[in-house]
């Protein structure tokens, strides 16, 4: 069997890059190591950039985006029960749509299949081969039975745990993290969000989100020590949690029922370097992580395998190697600047087992500097709604 580009990762990054290179004729195959349905089972982001909202229309999956994302103007910081709203719209004319990952893959796993690009789930054993030749290669198990794809390059956008980032020699990668010392308690419940737009909390009993997949559909978060246990956390406790952290206004609005997932996830940076190991690339979580407060890791994603499509295009179609030669740099350079925004947004809204008084008042005076600046509002909303690319 042979490609022009195998991806392996069947996520949104894997997904939107095969979707990107097939409109422009060049063709895919995608190995994805779980199921549609286990991909799609996984509840994760809920906020898309512009630049993602603009990268999903060129890929030809906007429709049902358009007709059921939510388009937000803002979001409101509350700090120990103070709101401001940061109007985006107003600060620098952009917005951001809330629309979950779940649907993002969904559209994007149809529209595969109906182009009829090759995608093998439930791929096992997945493993990479000579790609710092020119004639890399996948093997995979499917059904018990032993496959090789040779392909001119390899995607790799397998997330943090995938098998390309892992397949390194030592020392051809540095690599850069940061672990926070607590995680996410996520709950999504159909019932109406508390607020029209995303409230992001910081009280002294910890960081607290109010977020949303849809007018019926809502998504909360509390900030949970790392070694709690989502079997701890009945729904009634999680409620009563979330109301002592936000203000007392959405506190009282606040519509709570039973949840329908219910989950844990650890916060950490993380980027590697370079990006680019002669015809195998790395793109999205595969090649770095950041905390979930700036909204950030699937857009870059996004991002990423956006800068990846065109370069492979350029490719096939200019002849060129321009692009793949800078892909590394080029994406590194928006990643950081990332990296930099979620853990700056970490950072003032969690509360940290070693923050002194001194501490707590800085990030006091953060909340009190960005609400009362024009610039540093202007800061806040044109990193959250996304960095040119
Ligand atoms: P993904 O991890 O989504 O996809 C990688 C795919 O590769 C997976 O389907 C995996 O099964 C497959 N794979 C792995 N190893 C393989 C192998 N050896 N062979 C074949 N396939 C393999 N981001 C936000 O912006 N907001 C959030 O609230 C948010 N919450 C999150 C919660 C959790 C628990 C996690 C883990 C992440 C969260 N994220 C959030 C980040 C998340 O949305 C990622 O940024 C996004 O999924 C990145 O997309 P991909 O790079 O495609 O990686
Ligand atoms: C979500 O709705 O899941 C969400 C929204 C914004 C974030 C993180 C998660 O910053």
Redesign the pocket.
Known sequence: MRTKVAI?????????LGRLLENAGVETVI????SQD??LG??????LEQGTVELLDKAGVGEKMHAEGLVHDGVELCFDGEKHRFDFRELIGRTVMVYG?TEV?RDLMQARDASGAATIYE??N?SIHDFGGDKPSVR?TKDGVEHELACDFIAG????????RASLPDGALKTFERVYPFG?L?ILVDKPPVADELIYAHHARGFALC?MRSPTRS?Y?VQVPLDEKVEEWSDDRFWDELRRRVDEETADRLVTGQSIEK?I??LRSFVAEPLRFGRLFL?????H??P?T????????AS?VGVLAEALIEFYIERSSAGIDGYSARVLSRVWKAERFSWWMTSILHTFPDTDAFGRRMQRAEFDYLRGSQAASRSLAENYTGLPF
């Open positions: 392996i990762g069947a996520g949104p990054g894997g997904l939107l190995l994805e190591r779980r286990y991909v996984r509840i994760r982001a809920g906020v990952q893959t791929a096992e997945v995979y956008c397998d997330g943090y745990h995938g098998v390309a996410w996520g977020s998504r978060y989950s996830a650890p793109a999205g979580d595969a090649a992580i950041v979930p700036g909204a950030k890791g699937l857009n870059l994603a990423d």
